[in-house]
């Protein structure tokens, strides 16, 4: 099954903003501005998701904090700097926005991507000895740029995707997530930081790379 390029990173979000649009930045005269949404999970927890948006899409009555919402648009990365490194930081880039009633808030978080592996997947086990396998993957986006998005598989999808090749082609199904977790700093001090990702439901294999052993 062939994707088209503008179909092969879709996020749809329901959810209550939680904050004002603040400017981001500037590029071709159009302005930018971020804010965040907070949507449910399935179970009680939530995710806090950080959202960008430009000025061309800004309705007032809209976006105000405590409104509920509808977002589509795409995941989008780009490099950002902090604790003096290099960061990948990932937003919800917004195509279309409406406003909601706090009842429609079903299947609040939707996820579909394609894209290639471009980084082995890496496997590891928690503390509670659940299986989980991490994949970054590139989807391509216009004028030969792609974006970077960080993705997490569990169980028997983990253990499918830790033998999966640098350079296939997946199509992935899931919901993007907040992750709080704590650093350690150079002085030794703990910090919180929040990362964020996709985690996966599903996950189909499309192509594969063509290798030597093949």
Same mark, same amino acid.
């Given at each position: 099954? *062939?994707?088209?390029?503008?179909? =092969?990173?879709?996020?749809?979000?329901?959810?209550?903003?939680?904050?004002?649009?603040?400017?981001?930045?500037?590029?071709?005269?159009?302005?930018?501005?971020?804010?965040?949404?907070?949507?449910?999970?399935? @179970?009680? /927890?939530?995710?806090?998701?950080?959202? +960008?948006?430009?000025?061309?899409?800004?309705? @007032? =009555?809209?976006?105000? #904090?405590?409104?509920?919402?509808?977002?589509?648009?795409?995941?989008?990365?780009?490099?950002?700097?902090?604790?003096?490194?290099?960061? $990948?930081? $990932? +937003?919800?880039?917004?195509?279309?926005?409406? *406003?909601?009633?706090?009842?429609?808030?079903?299947? #609040?978080? *939707?996820? +579909?991507? =394609?894209?290639?592996?471009?980084?082995? #997947?890496?496997?590891?086990?928690?503390?509670?000895?659940?299986?989980?396998?991490?994949? $970054?993957?590139?989807?391509?986006?216009?004028?030969?740029?792609?974006?970077?998005? #960080?993705?997490?598989?569990?169980?028997?999808?983990?253990?499918?995707?830790?033998?999966?090749?640098?350079?296939?082609?997946?199509?992935?199904?899931?919901?993007?997530? /907040?992750?709080?977790? *704590?650093?350690?700093?150079?002085?030794?001090?703990?910090?919180?930081?929040?990362?964020?990702?996709? @985690?996966? @439901?599903?996950?189909?294999?499309?192509?594969?790379?063509? /290798?030597?052993?093949?």
């Amino acid at each position: 099954m *062939q994707y088209e390029l503008k179909d =092969n990173n879709i996020i749809n979000l329901r959810g209550k903003i939680l904050s004002e649009c603040e400017f981001d930045h500037e590029v071709y005269g159009e302005g930018f501005y971020t804010f965040f949404i907070k949507t449910n999970r399935l @179970s009680d /927890s939530v995710d806090i998701l950080p959202v +960008t948006i430009s000025e061309r899409l800004i309705n @007032s =009555n809209i976006l105000q #904090p405590g409104n509920f919402v509808e977002i589509l648009g795409q995941i989008r990365s780009y490099n950002g700097f902090s604790d003096n490194k290099n960061k $990948l930081i $990932l +937003t919800v880039f917004v195509r279309d926005i409406k *406003q909601l009633s706090e009842t429609q808030n079903k299947n #609040p978080n *939707q996820v +579909t991507l =394609n894209g290639y592996i471009c980084k082995k #997947p890496i496997y590891r086990t928690t503390p509670f000895g659940r299986e989980i396998t991490d994949i $970054l993957l590139a989807v391509n986006r216009a004028y030969n740029k792609s974006d970077y998005i #960080p993705c997490i598989s569990w169980g028997r999808n983990a253990i499918f995707a830790n033998k999966l090749n640098v350079g296939e082609n997946l199509l992935i199904s899931g919901r993007m997530q /907040s992750r709080i977790y *704590q650093k350690k700093l150079e002085n030794g001090d703990l910090a919180e930081k929040t990362a964020y990702e996709v @985690s996966i @439901s599903k996950i189909e294999v499309l192509s594969k790379k063509n /290798s030597a052993d093949e």
